[in-house]
């Protein structure tokens, strides 16, 4: 791998995991289901829906049905 290569991953990593925080963080205070439009939920609870383990292991209460 390249110098640049392993940078990008670190960057996207980093990125990603930005991303998740915020994204956590606007469930869990309510910000999220209030504000979002809804292709944004959409895209959101499907993410939850595929991703619960992630999800759960930052602190989001999932009710299953």
């Given amino acids: 791998m390249h110098e ?3 940078f990008d991953q670190n960057y996207i990593r980093q990125l990603d995991a930005q991303l998740m925080h915020k994204i956590v963080s606007d ?3 309510g910000t999220l ?3 979002a439009d809804s292709e944004t939920l959409d895209m959101v609870l499907t993410d939850i ?3 619960r383990d ?3 292991q930052a602190g ?3 009710g299953y049905a």
């Fill in 60 to 62: 989001v209460i999932i």
């Fill in 27 to 29: 469930i869990i205070n």
């Fill in 33 to 35: 289901l209030l504000e």
């Fill in 54 to 56: 992630s999800y759960t």
């Fill in 4 to 6: 640049d290569d392993i």
């Fill in 49 to 51: 829906w595929e991703m």
